[in-house]
């Protein structure tokens, strides 16, 4: 290197060549300066030792404690506090802090600790296989309430964005009811076709009453009318509702907190604009998405009719194994404690399926039980 430099290349030119720094060729230039190349020693030029660096004995000294500690110790603790406990009890009583010893044991590589495992999410919609694998949408729908028009009306507001496609709506509403939700969700299928999947939480304005036992709500029994299959997520649940939580959260950034409305068609205006243009941004995820199917022509929903089809449950069994829906308690399996299971309810062959989910194996969903569920046909108590 030196002798190139001398010859008329550049410092960085040399460093380029022999793959180092510049710093470092310009350090052997300074060490040869006035001398000859044969003349020149360059073995001699060792790493310097920081002033206040722990002596080798010492570092050598506290290896051993910590080799003694973890062979005889009682405790069975051999870390930085037991070894400074130790240090502190010797005749020469030498004094080293905590954080020395723990500088030593890491620059010697006897460390115990190790980095924390970073395991990948699990898929979109992991815990339905079908939407998992991208053969079926998943429509998630929920509510933002109370929201307070100054001088206005409190208004809440229904939102919806498709899992995989990313196709959003937002409906303006005088109060949260499942007669009011109806028309929305109609429209929006009517327009943009039906999904494989219709997911909510578990308000009883999309699910049903919950202190009778069987009961199935407005909202899902126009989704089994539909062949669309409602599923119930709880909402605590780490990851299954947030898609249609962060829409949420984006839109009152962007309508809501954006502008100063005074009654609530004005709101729905803005909404309406947003979503177009929402919708625009987001088009090219609808080109991998799922399709979806056209809503039936001239269909009407008759409240009357014996249920068919598929509801689903995400549930978290108990201390018992047993998980509660449907305004009763289903036992699935003592050995699956406090563990997230999908329960499908088939009212077709009048039983539910338990499978069990686990995300660290989001693929892994053996079937725990099938028990039998034969439901009255009782008729509905609402309003037609």
Partial sequence: MVRQVRSGSSLRTVARKFGVSVSTVSGWVSRSAGQRLDRCSFSDLRRGRAWNRTERALEQHILQVRTHLREHSALGDYGADAIERALREEVSAIRVSRATINRVLKRRGVTDAHARVRRPAPPQGWYLPEAAAGRAEVDCFDFIEDLKIA?????????????????????????????GCMP????RWGRDGLPGYAQFDNDTLFQGAHQ???TVGRISRLCLALEVVPVFVPP??????????????????????????ATAAELQARSDAYITAHRACTAPRRE???????????????????????MIFIRRTDEHGQVHMLGQRFAVSPEWLHRLVRCEVDFDHHCIRCYALR??????????VTLDYHRTDKPFKGDL
């Avoid at 269909?299 to 089809?309: N, S």
């Fill in 212 to 214: 009778y036992p069987d």
């Fill in 288 to 310: 991998t998405a799922p399709p979806r199917s056209p809503i039936p022509s001239h269909f009407e929903l008759d409240l009357r009719v014996p249920l068919r089809g598929q």
């Fill in 151 to 179: 001088g206005g009306p409190l208004v809440s507001v229904l939102t919806a964005k498709s899992l995989l496609g990313a196709l959003t709506s937002a409906w303006v509403l005088d109060k949260p009811s499942a007669r």
């Fill in 236 to 261: 605590l649940e780490h990851g299954m509702q947030n898609s249609i939580e962060s829409f949420n959260g984006l839109w009152q950034a962007k309508v809501w907190q954006r502008y100063r409305v």
């Fill in 184 to 187: 929305c969700i109609l429209g």
């Fill in 359 to 368: 995300r660290r194996a989001p693929t892994e969903q053996p079937l725990l």
